[in-house]
Structure formats: C-alpha cells, structure tokens
C-alpha cells in the first residue's frame, strides 16, 4: 500500500472551512483514498473515501487532484466537536488491510 | 454501515495474567481485523481474521501472545497472554464492509487495557 505524508497538526476557527492535505505520491491505479478520524479516546470513524473524482457527503468534501498524488479533506463549517486526529490512507479495495500512518491533529478553536 | 461492539469497554489487570477481548457484529462480515493504540500513538494492526482460516500475524505480533478465534462470521475474540505494562493500550476490532459500492472498514469503540 501507498505511504501518505500528511502535516502532524493543524489549527481552525469554528465556523470556518478545515482543509486536510495528503500526500500520496506513490498512489497506484487501483488505490482508493480513505480518511478516517478519531476523536480522543473512541474508535475510528470512517469519513469519506474516493478514487480520482471529487467525493461529498454529509460530513466532509474530498478533492483529488488530477494526478492523484495528493488530495485534501474539506469540512464545510468546522466545529469543536471536528476536533480530532484525521487520517488520510491509501488501499485497495475488497479484503485489503488498512494501514495507519501518524495522521494530522486538528484543532477547531472558538 | 456495520455495528461493531466490543467487551470489555475497559480493564485493569495485573501482569502475568491474560484478557479476552470480544469483538461483536450485527451483520456476517468476511474479514476482521484486531489493532493496537499504545498511548499517544497511531493504530498498529495486530492481525486479519478470516472465518475458517488461521489469523494472519503482522511483523512483530505472534500468535502465542495474541491468540485469535473467529468461530463465526459475527464475531472474534482477541486474547492478551501473560501480560506486562507494555501492553497497556486500547484494542481495537475492525472489519470490512463489502455493502457499498467500494468495501470500507469501520471500527468498534476500542478496549482500554491497563496492566499493573
């Protein structure tokens, strides 16, 4: 699986968008792009994940650029309960294991 | 997506002695996965479980201190053995959901394990 980069921390006022990068220069063609969040203390918690098209749903946006080697995780309007650590891998789909690599630490201030 | 449990939520233990943890799914799933968040640290996986077949170990985790059963397609169980204070961690079971259009891997809530 592809390593990603991603910066240790990051900080963002409440109300205002949070944009998560990702490095993942090494991507391969049948790699899909995950990211995951984990708020203190509780199990991960799947947030979106894509393929080379631009991804939304009800939590997040996900844009990937058009070479794939880098995305970033958009959260529309961040609130203090957004404060956590994001993790953004890269997998194959169908029995593949997720890997974890540091993740950035987003801190949503009032 | 799937609902994952797992027991105990959290535990105090001493060292030498060994923890079963429970891992519990509401819908039949192929793969189970068991990882490890030492304190301050990111989730290292532990090892796959797949029905009917022996858990695949990751480098550095074996199978006579992790001992795993997966007697089912809903459920998986992880033993700690002869535990020490460098296993103080939370534990988590994960799996894969193959639902969707693309399978995504959803965690349970972690056991937090502290050995005295």
């Known amino acids: 699986d592809a390593k990603t980069t991603q910066p240790p921390s990051m900080d963002c006022a409440e109300g205002r968008a949070a944009n998560l990068p990702c490095n993942h220069s090494?991507?391969?063609?049948?790699?899909?792009v995950y990211w995951y969040r984990q708020i203190h203390s509780q199990g991960p918690q799947y947030i979106i994940h894509?393929?080379?098209n631009n991804e939304t749903n009800e939590m997040a946006s996900l844009i990937i650029t058009e070479d794939r080697k880098s995305s970033t995780l958009i959260l529309p309007h961040a609130t203090l309960r957004d404060t956590a650590v994001y993790y953004c891998i890269v997998r194959r789909g169908g029995g593949f294991k997720t890997i974890f690599g540091a993740g950035t630490r987003l801190f949503v201030k009032a | 997506s799937a609902v994952i449990s797992q027991k105990p939520s959290r535990d105090i233990c001493q060292r030498g002695t060994s923890l079963t943890i429970q891992c519990q799914v509401d819908s039949q799933v192929t793969m189970m996965f068991w990882y490890r968040q030492q304190p301050g640290q990111s989730l290292t996986l532990i090892a796959t479980?797949?029905?009917?077949?022996?858990?695949?170990?990751e480098s550095g985790f074996v199978i006579d201190k992790f001992p795993i059963s997966r007697p089912n397609l809903t459920f998986s169980t992880l033993t700690v053995s002869n535990m020490s204070p460098e296993d103080s961690s939370i534990y988590l079971c994960?799996?894969?959901?193959?639902?969707?259009?693309?399978?995504?891997?959803?965690f349970g809530p972690g056991t937090r394990l502290t050995v005295l």
């Open positions: 479980a797949n029905q009917g077949s022996e858990a695949t170990y």
């Open positions: 994960s799996v894969e959901d193959t639902k969707g259009s693309t399978d995504t891997q959803y």
């Open positions: 894509g393929l080379k």
């Open positions: 090494t991507i391969s063609g049948n790699e899909y």
